[in-house]
T-cell receptor, first 115, second 111 residues
Framework: DSGVTQTPKHLITATGQRVTLRCSPRSGDLSVYWYQQSLDQGLQFLIQYYNGEERAKGNILERFSAQQFPDLHSELNLSSLELGDSALYFC??????????????FGPGTRLTVT | DAKTTQPTSMDCAEGRAANLPCNHSTISGNEYVYWYRQIHSQGPQYIIHGLKNNETNEMASLIITEDRKSSTLILPHATLRDTAVYYCIVRPGGATNKLIFGTGTLLAVQP
């Protein structure tokens, strides 16, 4: 158990809909990361937040957005869903935003299926 | 970020050492080598990381060549539970810890 929790575990929804994925980082970790893993794209970095502020952005679509709240939990919002958004979405956390040697701890993921 | 090259797959007998290679010939001086693994759709798990020196922890050893252009992850006594995709990632020690995953090596530990 990494200490990172994600809800829900599974989500099935229809095209065009909007969903929210939730992540609680390990106790004491200030930085949260979101990754997407699909069959054809592998594991891709989406976005990072540190203490409520966006720190880095990856290949995140404009239909997707995220935020980190004062209690440090984070939410990833996916809207106008398409079939290709079906994937595993992982959240990870680390103590700090950057620096030399801070490993990330990953949650169990949310499996999103868009029908 | 420097690109890494790993074999697509490897086999290892249970109880034997598993040696997973990684090439990172374009690595620069401030970039660290990280290893993570992913067991069947679970969240990736941190294994070990290093800059220049060889490193060892309770899970594995990391051997980095003197020119830092390649490294080897060693699992000393592989078990069936070590069957996973192993990712070698090169990451600079900068403002963000984001990880750029490649395709990794699927290690199959055989009984």
């Amino acid at each position: 158990d990494s200490g990172v929790t994600q809800t829900p575990k599974h989500l099935i929804t229809a095209t065009g809909q909007r969903v929210t994925l939730r992540c609680s980082p390990r106790s004491g970790d200030l930085s949260v990361y979101w990754y997407q893993q699909s069959l054809d794209q592998g594991l891709q970095f989406l976005i990072q937040y540190y203490n409520g502020e966006e720190r880095a952005k990856g290949n995140i679509l404009e239909r997707f957005s995220a935020q980190q709240f004062p209690d440090l939990h984070s939410e990833l919002n996916l809207s106008s869903l398409e079939l290709g958004d079906s994937a595993l979405y992982f959240c990870a956390s680390s103590a700090l935003a950057g620096g030399a040697s801070y490993e990330q701890y990953f949650g169990p993921g949310t499996r999103l299926t868009v029908t | 970020d420097a690109k890494t090259t790993q074999p697509t797959s490897m086999d290892c007998a249970e109880g034997r050492a598993a040696n997973l290679p990684c090439n990172h010939s374009t690595i620069s001086g401030n970039e660290y080598v990280y290893w993570y693994r992913q067991i069947h759709s679970q969240g990736p798990q941190y294994i070990i990381h290093g800059l220049k020196n060889n490193e060892t922890n309770e899970m594995a050893s990391l051997i980095i060549t003197e020119d830092r252009k390649s490294s080897t992850l060693i699992l000393p006594h592989a078990t069936l539970r070590d069957t996973a995709v192993y990712y070698c990632i090169v990451r600079p020690g900068g403002a963000t810890n984001k990880l750029i995953f490649g395709t990794g090596t699927l290690l199959a530990v055989q009984p």
